[in-house]
């Protein structure tokens, strides 16, 4: 989709213009969207403090100067969770790990795990590629004392020959300045592949599947997300401006009916609330009003079945 107010500029004549792809990869919850939406100025990728939030990859288009930067936002990679779901998930960032020109791979100024572990044994090395690969400390505004960021930044930089190393807060907005000019030097010289007022690859019927999933994962317990899929089922704009209302009837899949129970709440106050953050967030984004009716349905073990991963476009 394209952005409402375009405020980019176009190369002048004489400049070279450059485009590459830039995947954010990282453990769960690191931080990838958050950064992503940063980058952007605008929301296109939900976020919550709950692992594992984004399921599909997603890419945001930045075009400054005669720069267009196109942000791949992957799924977390992770080691715990073996279903079928998981495992497309993984192979999101292996794929994108192999097909971008830049790659970020974040980590968390405060903790260290085996998750970024196994990330890290995955990311190319110089001796096969020579694609650079930008250490990002993301959550430096969680640290009280920034002297505690030096082991982490030598230890990093002795496990991989980073490009950069650049500690900065996606959420506060800290230094996210300093990545960019980095992520630029890496660019190839290369038209771009989108119109300059381009946001994002994905169209807004999948946006608005993604932000009642984000509502769902913050709004409900540490069950619930994970069990549940989204699907727009009719997205109808009325006129022909992007300014037009939008109609959405979307459907929320659940594996059993005490969570369908759940997800309705007490006279359907939870669903209520869910679809109505959503809409909220669909305004903000598309720019004009949105009439959005969520209905709840039963399907067992739709997390486990490849088949049906694959009718739901997983
Ligand atoms: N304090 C602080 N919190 C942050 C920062 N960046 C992200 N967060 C929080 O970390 C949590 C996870 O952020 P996400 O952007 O959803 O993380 P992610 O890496 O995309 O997670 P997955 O999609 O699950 O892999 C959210 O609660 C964010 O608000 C930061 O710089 N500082
Ligand atoms: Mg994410």
């Not at 400054?64 to 079928?84: I, R």
């Not at 190839?188 to 994905?202: S, V």
């Not at 669903?271 to 209905?295: P, S």
Request: proline share 5%; net charge positive.
């Amino acid at each position: 989709m394209r952005s409402v107010s375009d405020t980019t500029s176009m190369p002048s004549e004489k400049e070279t213009t450059r485009c590459g792809f830039i995947a954010l990869v990282g453990r769960p919850s690191v931080g990838k969207s958050t950064l992503l939406n940063r980058l952007l100025g605008a929301k296109i990728s939900i976020t919550s403090s709950k692992p594992q939030t984004t399921r599909q990859r997603i890419t945001g288009v930045l075009t400054e100067g005669a720069n267009q930067f196109l942000f791949v936002d992957t799924p977390g990679f992770q080691t715990k969770h073996k279903s079928a779901l998981n495992k497309r998930m993984n192979q999101a960032v292996r794929d994108a790990l192999a097909e971008v020109d830049v790659v970020v791979a974040l980590f968390d100024a405060v903790r260290h795990t085996d998750a970024d572990e196994t990330l890290l044994s995955l990311l190319p090395t110089n001796e096969k590629t020579d694609k650079p690969v930008i250490a990002v400390l993301n959550k430096v505004d969680l640290l009280a004392d920034k002297t505690a960021l030096l082991p982490r930044l030598d230890a990093l930089s002795k496990r991989h020959p980073f490009a950069a190393l650049i500690p900065l807060s996606a959420e506060k907005g800290m230094q996210v300045d300093a990545l960019k000019t980095e992520m630029a030097k890496h660019l190839p010289a290369m038209p771009w592949l989108y119109p300059q007022d381009e946001l994002t690859d994905r169209d807004e019927r999948f946006l608005a599947a993604e932000f009642i999933r984000e509502k769902i994962f913050r709004l409900l317990g540490d069950e619930i997300p994970y069990s549940t899929h989204v699907v727009v089922e009719t997205f109808e704009l009325e006129g022909n401006s992007e300014h037009s209302l939008r109609r959405i009837q979307a459907r929320v899949y659940v594996e059993r009916d005490s969570q369908r129970a759940i997800l309705l709440g007490h006279q359907g106050q939870t669903m209520k609330r869910i679809a109505t953050e959503a809409r909220q967030e669909m305004e903000r984004l598309f720019g004009g009003k949105v009439y959005l009716v969520v209905l709840v349905q039963v399907k067992p073990g739709w997390k486990d079945n490849p088949r049906t991963l694959q009718h739901m476009g997983l």
